[in-house]
Each structure stands twice: as structure tokens, then as C-alpha cells.
């Protein structure tokens, strides 16, 4: 049974991405808007490549959607609006009138006539209130002209012929002048405010069904083509007509191919062109990118980013497409290249956008755009940790998609007239949803165990917990990673290796030493050598064992992998050369593996250069009096020592860079003994 398992274990990377790639293939071709593609590019303002075009079935030409907005709005703003005339509230204000008036015009002050002159006086008022009906105070504003609905018959009035309660004060009043009455004015407006006097409502359940009516009655089309007649001819050019009527053929076309018995056809040629696209990454992975391609965690990341904006993409399309530029396609070479390399984020970038020209409108303009935007983000965006860089870079970014739109209006409108507005907002909206790539980048630090520039910067702190811990517990060992850091830092940024990634690798690959510090020299501050109670086999254990326990203390404090990858491999599988030649003076037939580290030997240009770095600090504090001449042949030796080793078999680094990696030591120890040029007597 395990026999039979055994190629299953060997081969589960393999495995793992063959599924990886089955299922983002499934994801994507899911996404996609479900329609034939038309088989015809045009654009307005163009002329016809094709030859020349005739209609194959009958079909309608649609109207665009600005002129179905526009008839919309005509339809709205010309629609009266319903109020309803409440009857019962009119008969119950006469009522609650007769006996409100008792309150304020009483018998004491007024005899029977005059009470029943004043009531009628009233009465004039409220028949003149109510000839129409009296609004709401709380309705809405209404238009000039409404229908208002008594019983179930409905006319049309202006508002004018409405009153409001802020009426009431000059219908009293021009009753009360007719009769010379003024003197009761305060009575009157005393008792009216008393009573419930609006009964006109607005109606909206009413206005609104007759809006749709209204609106369901428009067109969606302004007239047909016939089967055999000419759409367009060989090089005439796109215009507003036929440029209508080719939309609404391309429209009708895709309705028509998607259909139950061809839709698998349909699907099977979008499987087909992804997986076509997908294979190139995982190729140009294999060949190029040998390291991202065996490690499954960096795969699936860049895997997970394409789908991911697919999916964004075609939610967006189908939401509403004139939104397709809001999304920041620009984002991904941004990511790409902050954890990996400007190449491989380009590369991922314009494969992206191949796979989005089958979902986006316009497709020419939109991945010539996307591409541009895409090879100007990989040459402008550096150094994130650096905040004004990515403003900068997102502000060219935004400029040069704004360029872009209007060169591609002007070729199709022939002018800069016209231009709408609301396209260049979303490319400002597009460039400030890019600044948010810093917080993206925090999550997918920890959700791939990935590491950026701004968290090897914030690991560089020699403030840090662990570092602090390194100089109060091996002060020594503190002070040789530093100048290991000054070294290598100078020779990555002289062959173009990661600097950064270098510096923070070379402050924490002897962390291991806090274990037992005054084992190792540089920490020694008395004569008294704890070596000298012990075997050189166990002098050579110990000094190993700091390479493994530096490994537990970084993984302990969550230290990214890419950092200790410097810990496991800045001693490659090299001898313990002095305590496994004082050994040999004792006893001739030694085991080497007794004093060999454990490996592996560096696989980066970084993890090699780290190698040298540490092996020529190190072994120049046992320069005496050093000279020129001394400092050359010293720095020489050690590297050359190394390569016979086969140290640097699996690094990417070349003997050219090799040779200028010396030079950059030879130049920085010269420095630090502060050699001078010797002049003749």
C-alpha cells in the first residue's frame, strides 16, 4: 500500500498545481458573461476593414441608452402629479367650525344677528378654502399644474388654485376687508388656527403607476433591418447610424449564438483560450522563475490575484460597464513586483488583461490602456516603504490613462468636444483606490507569508525586540552583524541584488549565538575560553548548533522565511576549519559530517553574497598591522576557499559578479583599517 502511495508523495507539487490550474481555469470561464462573441471588431470613427455587411435574419436597431435616458427624463418631467381631495376632512372642519366658534364669539359681547352674521362670515371662508381644498404642509412641493381627484373624477388645476396654511392670514383678511370688518381679524385667525384645516394629499402610490405606464410605453428601438440588407460597406466609416446598427446586430448575435445546443461549444473555446493563457504563466514560471514556480504558497498567490480581478472585472461589467476603468487593473504588476520582480508582474499583468479583453467593452482600447498603465507602473513604482514614490507613481498612472481616453475620443470624435466628464472622475477614482495597495500588501503578508521592502524596513530596526535582545546578550556578535550588513548591503547594490532583503538577512543570521555567547570570540571580553574544558568535537557542536537555534529564535518571533533563509544558509555546508584541524592533530581518521554544518549552501545571489560578507568580516579581525597588498590577497583567499567548497553551485550569481562583490569588500575593509596610500621616501 505505501509502495503505491509513494509516487503520489513524490509528485504532490506537480499535483497540487495541476489542480490549482483545473480550478482557477473552471473559476474564470465561469465569471465570463454568458454570449457568443461577435465575430467583428469595429470602433466609432473607423472605417469598415470587413467586407461588406449584410443582415443574415431579421432584427431591431436599439436605441442607446443616453437617448432611453433622455426620453425618460422628457416623460418625467412633463408627468402631473395626483392629489386627492378629501371630502370627509372638508365636512368635518364645517362641523368642529360651528362649535369652535361658540369659544370665541360669544353671546355675551354679540346678540343673536350679529352671531349669525359673524358665523356666516366664517363659512365665506372656508367655502373659499375649499373650493379647491387646502394642501398638506408636509407633502411635497407640487408642480404648477397637478390633477385633483374628488370622488372619482380627476382635473387637472394650478397651484395657484391650491391654498396653503400659509394662506389662511390673506383669505381672512380679503374676507374681512370686503365688510370692513378688520377689527375681527386676530378673532378669526385665533379660530381657524384652531382647526384641522389641509385635506388635499399627495398621492404617490398614484403618481408612480402612472409614471411606469407613462415609461413603459417607450420604445427600445427606432426601426429594423430586414434579412439581406446592407448593414455597412468595405470601407465606409463607423458612424452614429451604423455604428447603432452594428450594436444592436453584435447584441442580437450573441442572444442568438448562446443557446442551449451550442452553449458547451461556446464555453469549450473560452476553456480553450484561458488555459492557453494560463499555461504561459506556468511556463514562464518553469523556465524563468524556477524558485516562485517549486514553491506552491507563491504560485497560488499569483494565481489567486488573476482570478481575483477577473472576478471584480466581470461583477463590474455586469453591473454596469462604463464603471470597467474604476478598477485598479494597475494594482497587480504594483504587488507582483514588490514581493517578486518588475519581469514577472508585467508578464502576469498583460496576461490579465488578454483574459479581461474577452469581458470588457471596447476591447482594443481597453487592453492598449491597461497595458500602457501596466509597463508604466512597473518603470515608476519603487522602494513602497518610501511614501512619496507611490503618489508619484499613481499620479503618472492616472495621467496616463487620462491621455489615453482622450486621444482614443479624439480619433473617434474627430474633436476634444463632447467628453464626458464622468469617465475622467473614474479614472480618479481608479488611481486613488491604487493607494490602498499598502494595506493589500500588510494582508497578503500574512495570509502568504510573503515579505515587502516595508517589512524588511521595519525588521532593519536595530531598536527592535530581538535585535535589542542580540546587543545586551552578545554585544560581539551585535557589532559583526552590522558591519556584515554595511558589506553586504554595498556589494547588492553594486551587482543589483535585493539591498534591503541583504541588510535585514545579515542582522539576524547570528541571532542563534545568544544561546551560549562567550562560546563565540567576538563576545569573549577576559582570557578565559570555555573551549579549552571541552572536546573539539564539542567546541565544533556547539559553534553548528547556533545556525539551528537561530532558526527556533526567528521562528519564534515571526520572522519571515525569507529572512531565515539567510540564518540557514550563511554557512552553507563548510567545515568548522579550527576545531576539526585541532582535532586532526589528535586523531588522524576524523568524520567530517561531525564538523560540517548542516546546510544548505546559498541558492540566491543575496544568501551568497551574505556567505562572503560574513566569512571576510569574521576572519579579518585576525588581520595584524594589514597593508593593501594584504587586505587583497586576504579577501581572495576566503572567496576563493568558498568556491572550491562548491558553496555557491545553486546561487544564481556570476563570476563577473563574484569578482566585483570582492572589490566592494576590498574597498570597504580598506576604510575600516583606514589604510592610507604609502608614499616613497
Known sequence: MSSSLDPLYKNQSLIYKYCLYIISLCCIVYFFPKGGQFKYEFQ?????????????????????????????????????????????????????????????????????????????????VLNELYKKGVLESETKEPRKHFYLITGNEAKQVSEKEIYQLSDLAMVIDGVLKQRRLESLNNKYQELFLSLSLPNVTYDRELTTKALNDELSKISHTRGTIEEGDLIIAKGEVVEAENYNALNSLKSEYQSEVWNSKNQYFILAGYAVLVALVLMMLFLFLKKYRADIYHNNTKVTFLVFNIVLMVFITTLIVKYDES???????????????????????????????????????NS?????????????????????????????????????????????????????????????????????I??????????????????????????????????KELSDKAPGTFHHSLQVSNLAEAAANEIGANA????????????????????????????????????????????????????ELARKNNI???????????????????????????????????????????????????????????????LKNPTF????????????????????????????????????????????????????E
Open 44 to 124: 466609432k470613427g473607423k472605417p469598415w476593414q470587413y467586407e461588406n455587411l449584410r443582415a443574415t435574419f431579421d432584427f431591431s436597431i436599439k436605441k442607446q441608452a443616453s437617448q432611453i435616458a433622455e426620453e425618460e427624463q422628457r416623460i418625467k418631467d412633463a408627468q402631473l402629479d395626483f392629489y386627492q381631495y378629501n371630502v370627509d376632512q372638508r365636512d368635518f372642519v364645517y362641523l368642529e367650525y360651528e362649535n369652535k366658534f361658540k369659544t370665541i364669539f360669544s353671546s355675551d359681547q354679540y346678540d343673536e344677528d350679529q352671531l349669525s352674521i359673524l358665523l356666516n362670515l366664517g363659512k365665506l
Open 323 to 361: 464603471y470597467v476603468f474604476a478598477i485598479p487593473l494597475c494594482i497587480l504588476p504594483l504587488i507582483v513586483k514588490t514581493f517578486f520582480d518588475a519581469r514577472l508582474g508585467l508578464f502576469v499583468h498583460v496576461l490579465t488583461v488578454l483574459i479581461l479583453g474577452f469581458v470588457v467593452p
Open 364 to 432: 482594443f482600447e481597453y487592453v492598449f490602456l491597461q497595458i500602457v498603465a501596466g509597463i508604466v507602473t512597473v518603470l515608476t513604482v519603487s522602494e513602497l516603504y518610501k511614501r512619496a514614490n507611490l503618489f508619484i507613481s499613481v499620479a503618472q498612472i492616472t495621467t496616463i490613462y487620462i491621455v489615453g481616453y482622450l486621444a482614443f475620443h479624439t480619433i473617434h470624435e474627430g474633436n476634444l468636444e463632447n467628453i464626458k466628464w464622468i469617465t475622467l472622475s473614474i479614472f480618479l477614482l481608479n488611481g486613488m
Open 434 to 467: 491604487t493607494l490602498f495597495v499598502q494595506p493589500l500588501i500588510y494582508i497578503y503578508e500574512k495570509l502568504f507569508g510573503l515579505v515587502s521592502d516595508v517589512s524588511l524596513l521595519e525588521l532593519s530596526d536595530t531598536n527592535s525586540k530581538l535585535l
Open 500 to 551: 534591503m532583503l541583504v541588510r535585514v538577512g545579515a542582522l539576524y543570521h547570528d541571532i542563534g549565538k545568544m544561546t551560549n555567547p562567550t562560546y563565540f570570540t567576538e563576545n569573549q571580553i577576559t582570557n578565559v575560553n570555555p573551549h579549552d574544558e571541552i572536546s573539539s568535537k564539542e567546541s565544533a557542536a556547539i559553534i553548528i548548533k547556533h545556525v539551528i537555534e537561530g532558526i
Open 560 to 622: 519571515p522565511d525569507r529572512v531565515i533563509d539567510f540564518i540557514r544558509t550563511h554557512h552553507g555546508t563548510s567545515l568548522v576549519y579550527y576545531f576539526y584541524k585541532k582535532q586532526q592533530e589528535i586523531e588522524s581518521d576524523l568524520q567530517e559530517d561531525d564538523y560540517k554544518y548542516p546546510g544548505p549552501i546559498p541558492f540566491s545571489k543575496e544568501t551568497a553574497i551574505l556567505m562572503m560578507a560574513d566569512a571576510v568580516e569574521a576572519a579579518s579581525k585576525s
Open 629 to 680: 597588498l594584504m587586505i587583497d590577497e586576504f579577501v581572495d583567499r576566503i572567496i576563493a576557499s568558498q568556491m572550491a567548497a562548491e558553496q555557491f553551485l545553486n546561487a544564481n550569481i556570476t563570476f563577473k559578479e563574484i569578482q566585483i562583490v570582492k572589490k566592494i569588500f576590498k574597498q570597504k575593509l580598506t576604510n575600516i583599517y583606514h589604510l592610507r596610500v604609502e608614499y616613497p
